[in-house]
């Protein structure tokens, strides 16, 4: 009996220890099958390239220090990448997924596995079609859970949704942007926005297209939220409801409450929602930012915020979105953004900087005989539009492949002038090559990206591979080195993987080049990617194996 009393606290010790003891990292393998199925939107029918035959594509979920195994077989006509968005790929650019960058594009019939472990990350992050415009309709949402045992650092909701906002183009999103091409023109806008892949009932033919949430009145829910559109910042409201912001690209931040988000192409943004209103129907909507005179898919997306046990009969009520040009709300609700900064979850901004960079975003104008007005608009960072190679770079730098491209970005504009001032319809000689910046192992650096006004002043969301970086600073008009800095917030600055420049200003970023390898940056309009407005980043090896590129995987493809 002695014994017996004995053995009893010795087991409740050893199923107490078993549970303290942190959850062995789990292996998650997706099967990732790129197929073109038939969707019907806005009372057009027209074959997408999908993968698994949804659209928007399926949703991984993984928890913080899971290895993850991604099979993407490819049965579309078009060669395919993937690219897991906002995931650091320590040492591991072969899975990171950018054509041409990190690797060869997965021909039609074959495969590839995209390997890689998630670490020190958590949050709402997404993948989406990393060549051509096929990210138009191949994307999805990609939620890392908290490690076993980790509460959120806010109030815990009573349930999450995923909420992806998107755009659709009644034609084929291909031949749309090869006849823009074709003719030197911008391509045609999309026909219109979607939550979820559906437009909502303010489009025609969209009665079953319309994304409904069921919620019971009292409880708080977390809308995971991205924007996956080709072109535009999106507002993004819940009418009569407030949105407390908690996360911005998988980063916590310090919670504020707001009636709507700025979300531009690329980004994540994570918010708390009370159902505290009287029950009824209430839209969710998303509708274009633009302040600028350039055309835009103006019109609103809608899904449903529906309380339980009310009728479908019910109209439901628009939320007041921001003007659609209402460029002070968007400079207020950027500069609410802060980073979380706690002991836990620190800020660790570089306050020393080996390498300054200044990096000018243009756009231009070229001579085209063939196209219709004779001209073809391009854009340029540093009077440089960036040309894809046909050897994907990390091979060309990992096997040290000569002539694929040279190491000699500049670190300013060759050709300084007033980049705000009047506008200029000039390309500054503007040249093209695939040419990448060279970066010491965990040097640190800041890049100033100043908008220009050649053709014409404009927003751009910028999104760094391979790295999360500070946004330090941003301001209207040129960036003053010797006065603006001095404005910086290096304190709790938001962290994140995408940043919008905001029209006509400026913004600085810093990050510590921790993460060996080939790292694209470019902006996410892919509009102005397909005109070179990107170039990508050499970052060396650093001393000891553990800071040097993993070797490739034997099943990666080749051009």
Request: net charge neutral.
């Amino acid at each position: 009996m002695a014994n017996q009393t004995s053995f009893f606290p010795l087991l409740g010790f050893i199923v107490f220890a078993f549970l303290c003891l942190p959850a062995e990292a789990a292996i998650k393998k997706y099967q990732f099958d790129i197929q073109v199925a038939n969707v019907s939107r806005l009372c057009h029918a027209k074959p997408i390239v999908t993968v698994n035959g949804r659209f928007p594509g399926p949703t991984i979920y993984v928890r913080e220090g899971d290895r993850v195994q991604i099979n993407v077989t490819n049965h579309a006509q078009y060669n395919m990448s993937i690219h897991w968005h906002g995931l650091k790929q320590y040492r591991n650019g072969w899975a990171d997924g950018p054509a041409y960058i990190t690797q060869c594009p997965i021909k039609t019939g074959n495969s590839y596995v995209y390997d890689f472990n998630v670490t020190g990350q958590r949050g709402t992050l997404w993948w989406h079609a990393h060549i051509l415009w096929l990210r138009a309709t191949v994307y999805g949402a990609i939620v890392i859970l908290p490690q076993q045992g980790t509460p959120f650092p806010f109030p815990q909701p009573d349930r999450e949704e995923v909420i992806v906002l998107g755009e659709w183009w009644n034609a084929d999103v291909e031949q749309v942007e090869n006849q823009g091409n074709a003719l030197g023109l911008p391509p045609n806008m999309s026909d219109a926005h979607t939550i979820n892949g559906k437009p909502g009932p303010l489009f025609p033919c969209s009665e079953k297209y319309t994304y409904a949430m069921e919620v019971e009145k009292g409880k708080t829910y977390l809308l995971r939220i991205i924007n996956a559109a080709l072109n535009d910042e999106l507002f993004f409201s819940v009418a009569n409801h407030t949105l407390t912001v908690v996360e911005i690209d998988a980063v916590y931040t310090k919670p504020f409450s707001t009636e709507a988000i700025l979300i531009a192409p690329g980004q994540t943004t994570n918010v708390l929602v009370r159902a505290n209103h009287i029950p009824g129907r209430y839209f969710m909507a998303a509708r274009p930012f633009m302040d600028a005179p350039i055309s835009v898919d103006n019109k609103t997306a809608t899904a449903i915020f529906q309380y339980k046990g009310v009728s479908e009969t019910v109209i439901p009520k628009l939320p007041d979105l921001p003007a659609p040009n209402d460029t002070e709300f968007a400079l207020s609700y950027d500069n609410k953004l802060r980073s979380l900064n706690s002991p836990k979850y620190p800020a660790n901004v570089p306050l020393k900087v080996d390498r300054n960079l200044f990096y000018t975003i243009g756009l231009g104008i070229n001579a085209c005989p063939t196209c219709l007005n004779g001209t073809r608009l391009t854009a340029s960072l540093n009077n440089i539009s960036f040309v894809m190679p046909q050897t994907a770079l990390l091979q060309a730098h990992y096997f040290n492949i000569k002539g694929v491209y040279t190491t000699d970005f500049p670190d300013k504009p060759p050709t300084p002038f007033n980049y705000t001032g009047a506008p200029l319809t000039a390309n500054l000689k503007t040249t093209q090559g695939t040419r990448l910046s060279k970066v010491a192992f965990n040097s640190t650096v800041e890049l100033v990206i100043q908008d220009t006004n050649l053709l014409t002043v404009e927003s751009h969301p910028f999104h760094l591979h391979g790295y999360n970086f500070f946004v330090v600073g941003t301001g209207i008009g040129n960036f003053d080195p010797k006065k603006d800095p001095a404005k910086y917030n290096l304190v709790d600055p938001p962290e994140r993987n995408t940043v919008g420049v905001p029209t006509g200003g400026w913004t600085a970023i810093r990050f510590r080049a921790d993460n060996p390898g080939v790292w694209f940056f470019h902006c996410h309009l892919e509009l102005h990617t397909g005109w070179g407005l990107k170039t990508a980043f050499v970052v060396e090896d650093g001393p000891g194996s553990d800071h040097n590129i993993l070797h490739p995987p034997k099943d990666l493809p080749q051009c």
